[in-house]
Every structure is written in C-alpha cells, then in structure tokens.
C-alpha cells in the first residue's frame, strides 16, 4: 500500500522559515515516480508548488515557488523535502504531498496528475 505522511508543518513569524518532510512508503525511489507539492489556504483551491522526479532529481517549480521555495530528495530515507523561506502570512495553508506512478519526467503542477495523497500538514504563518 502506498502511503505519504506529511510532517514539519507549524507556526511561524512572517519571514520565517519552515523544512517539510513527505515519507513514503509502499514503494522505492528506484522506481519511476513524481513526488510533488501543493497547497490549500482556507477557502481556497489546491495550489500546486513544484515536483521531483525519484528518477534523476529534476524539478519544477510553480512561479509561487521560485525563488524562496526548494524541492529535494533522499533517496536513502525515502523522503522528499520542500524547504520554505520568507514565508508570508497569506502562505497560511494545509500542505500536502502527493505522488504519481510511472513516469521519469516532471509534470505539470495540476491535482489531476497525482494519484496518491497525503493527509497534509498545517503551516500557519503569524504577521
């Protein structure tokens, strides 16, 4: 069963910063798959911010994200991160981690191309 759990999530100062951990289980990163990050502020839909494939470690990045946002991987720890910098207090979201099968590219930063979810990780971020 493939499962992502979400942690790192918190409270923090505008201009702060926060590392989220996404650990998967159920299957290996020598296999092909995306792992990518997203977003949902109260109200709001789900926002895609980037993505890394298990494959070579390519990445992409929503324009949100460039700049103050970095996407990694440990291969040995079954672990994808996304470190977030200068955080802003409207950054206040639900994060989640999401992955889909099969593939070694990266691909667009839409729900619909992830198959699997985690429960996510409340970032609250204070003015």
């Known amino acids: 069963e493939v499962q992502l759990v979400e942690s790192g999530g918190g409270l923090v100062q505008a201009g702060g910063s926060l590392r989220l951990s996404c650990l998967v289980s159920?299957?290996?990163?020598?296999?092909?798959?995306?792992i990518g990050w997203f977003r949902q502020a109260p109200g709001k839909g789900r926002e895609g911010l980037s993505c890394?494939?298990?494959?070579?470690?390519?990445?992409n990045y929503a324009d949100s994200a460039k700049g103050r946002f970095t996407i990694s991987i440990d291969n040995n720890k079954n672990t994808v991160f996304l470190q977030l910098d200068s955080l802003k207090h409207e950054e206040t979201a639900v994060y989640y981690c999401?992955?889909?099968?099969?593939?070694?590219?990266?691909?667009?930063?839409?729900?619909?191309?992830?198959?699997?979810w985690g429960q996510g990780t409340q970032d609250t971020v204070s003015l």
């Open positions: 999401a992955g889909k099968f099969g593939t070694q590219q990266v691909v667009k930063l839409s729900e619909d191309e992830f198959d699997y």
């Open positions: 159920g299957f290996t990163f020598d296999e092909a798959w995306v």
């Open positions: 890394i494939t298990t494959y070579d470690g390519s990445t």
